[in-house]
């Protein structure tokens, strides 16, 4: 087909069909002209005065070349090309009259002829543009595998979007949408511009499959708005990157992804307070245990923003450490930064090898993410969570008492709260060693801080959800009222590291993870906005249905974030100070040696009976579920 032949042209090449068929149209609009003027097929005028041909030609290609005719591109050619070239044909007949008529000893031609030429010349030209911009725009319609898109917002991100995928594969833009009235039923890039109440019209008109959203800008609140009010569509919703991330190159501007919960329950960020993101980091040694995990790496990331001499990672995982390693010394070369990175392969159980990295590298500030978090697992493993949890915060608290660490942050959580869990309950145990140390001497500054549940972690149901709709469904939820609370990984990072520069030491921090959330509206949100539609009794034909399994072990209904009853208020609105009760360090070093004792004699009992007597508030939910334990016991 002519137009595929046209179409798998270069773009030098295409410019010069375009030049040929405009030197066609310049020949065809005088001759039609005279024949017009004088009702015959080759006037007599228009053999005397073929001279003007040559001439027209000379005198108007460069004037088209310099108004962009040849510059833009055909298939989303809108108003704004339509006025070039009326303007650039104008010019160039008005141009050639004059000069046409300089030659003495013949008559000069009418303005009528000139007028008339005008007339077919822009027409000409014009038609050509839109009928070619029309045959494209109806072959991307018919092509396979390239879906109908429209693009909310029609602002000047929205039109660099839609000039971005002109050369998609994958995505045609048909339509934009936008709130403002001021646009609406105007054409932009040749796309119309519709109010968003009409979106279910134009995805049946048109067969949208998509809404890309193209405000990056807009506030987090707004944004949800929208996503609220696009949930009840079946086109399924996709955002482009933000401002942060096009700022920095580490996007294009159409690289546009499936819209992720993080953006439904993300809040407004808050501006960090630099004197307290600053205090334990500018010019400071600083160490992060569990470098490669969720929280660790996100801490990472920010942390080498604030200018310290030197970062240390402690990771276990080989791989883990490789990847936020890479990671990092990539961002350290795009900042030409001379940040000093210390890579370290080892477990904070190890209490002289701790000891011997924070003395050789001059740490001052340690934050200790290193944890088992993962509920069942650990209910299933008690004693590898007393020993990495407990023994693993121990170990690493008094190397960094011996090597002189001004500040010690450990990563706490809102299962740490009269848990249910082994994992909470060796969690809440490691928060009170530090709170006895705190009390025992006053070199190293013990701080703690508690959050609830991180977006898209490891462990969370965020990452578990998408899998489960990305296979079809379907999507698992313990139980129908189960509520958490949750917080975006770059938010829980920047208010651990404000948090860790407060309080004398022994301080219990908690931050604000505002409303809690109900786990099955959040997963028919994620259902809907993934453009599936939830199977239920009043919908059996739906795409993914919902299954309850039950309550994990170990597992709460709900999540609580203190457990006394006189919280205080900080410099910082979003983190709360705790009042908690502690226990004396002679208590805790008994605890700490029935704890040993009993992990190395495989006393499964001895360690929940321990762990009941030293933590308040702890209720195991159900017996023992240690793999090897019940395979012994039967």
């Known amino acids: 087909m002519m137009i595929t032949f046209l179409q798998s042209l270069p773009r030098r090449s295409k410019q010069a069909v375009l030049v040929g068929v405009d030197v066609g149209f310049l020949f065809l609009s005088l001759w039609g002209s005279m024949a017009l003027r004088h009702d015959q097929w080759w006037p007599a005028e228009f053999a005397a005065n073929l001279e003007i041909v040559p001439l027209a030609i000379i005198l108007s290609l460069p004037i088209f070349i310099r108004f962009g005719l040849y510059r833009a591109v055909i298939r989303y050619l809108g108003f704004h090309a339509v006025f070039s070239i009326l303007k650039a044909v104008w010019l160039s007949v008005l141009l050639t009259a004059l000069v046409a008529s300089f030659p003495q000893g013949k008559e000069a031609l009418p303005p009528a002829f000139w007028i008339l030429d005008g007339m077919l010349l822009g027409f000409c030209i014009g038609s050509s543009r839109g009928l070619a911009r029309f045959l494209l725009h109806r072959r991307g319609l018919g092509v396979r595998g390239v879906e109908q898109v429209a693009i909310y917002g029609a602002g000047s991100a929205g039109v660099q979007l839609a000039i971005a995928l002109k050369h998609s594969v994958e995505f045609q833009p048909l339509v934009f949408v936008d709130d403002k009235e001021e646009l609406q039923g105007r054409e932009i890039l040749g796309l119309r511009v519709f109010a968003p109440k009409e979106i279910p019209v134009l995805i049946d008109r048109f067969g949208i499959s998509r809404i890309l959203l193209a405000l990056p800008s807009v506030s987090r609140s707004r944004r949800q708005e929208i996503f609220a009010m696009l949930e009840k569509f079946s086109a399924q919703v996709m955002v482009m990157p933000g401002l942060p991330e096009l700022a920095s190159g580490r996007k294009r501007i159409d690289e546009v992804r499936d819209i992720e919960i993080v953006d439904l329950l993300g809040r407004e960020p808050i501006p960090p307070i630099m004197e307290l993101v600053e205090a334990c980091i500018r010019g400071k040694s600083v160490m992060v245990s569990g470098a490669g995990g969720s929280i660790g790496s996100e801490l990472c990331r920010q942390i080498i923003q604030y200018g310290p001499t030197r970062l240390v990672l402690v990771e276990r995982t080989e791989f883990a450490l490789y990847s936020i390693e890479m990671e990092l010394r990539q961002q350290l070369n795009l900042m030409q930064s001379p940040i000093e990175l210390v890579p370290i392969l080892g477990s904070t159980q190890h209490r002289h090898r701790m000891q011997s990295v924070i003395q050789t590298f001059g740490v001052q500030t340690v934050y200790h993410a290193a944890a088992y978090k993962h509920v069942p697992i650990v209910e299933r493993n008690p004693i590898e969570g007393v020993q990495n949890n407990i023994f693993g915060t121990y170990f690493l608290a008094e190397a960094a008492i011996t090597a002189g660490v001004e500040t010690f942050v450990l990563i706490s959580t809102d299962k740490a709260v009269r848990p249910t869990n082994v994992m909470g309950a060796t969690k809440r145990f490691a928060e009170i060693v530090l709170q006895a140390l705190a009390r025992e001497q006053s070199q190293t500054r013990f701080i703690m801080v508690r959050f609830g549940n991180v977006l898209a972690s490891s462990g969370s149901v965020v990452p578990l959800f998408g899998e489960q709709i990305r296979r079809g469904g379907p999507v698992t939820v313990t139980h129908p009222e189960v509520v958490r609370y949750f917080m975006t990984i770059p938010e829980a990072a920047q208010l651990v590291i404000q948090a860790g520069a407060m309080g004398s030491g022994g301080d219990v921090f908690v931050l604000d993870m505002g409303e809690p959330v109900k786990i099955l509206d959040l997963a028919k949100r994620m259902i809907q906005l993934t453009g599936f539609s939830l199977r239920d009794e009043l919908n059996p034909d739906g795409d993914i249905a919902i299954a309850f399994t039950g309550l994990r072990e170990g597992e709460k209904l709900y999540e609580e974030l203190l457990i006394g009853d006189n919280p205080r208020s900080t410099r910082h609105p979003m983190i709360i100070q705790a009042e908690e009760e ?47 334990w019940i395979r012994k016991s039967r």
């Open 582 to 628: 502690s226990l004396d360090w002679v208590r805790v070093q008994h605890y700490l040696e029935e704890f040993n004792r009993c992990s190395k004699d495989f006393d499964y009992l001895g360690i929940r009976e321990l762990l009941v007597e030293a933590v308040r508030g702890y209720q195991p939910s159900g017996g023992i579920k240690d793999w090897v």
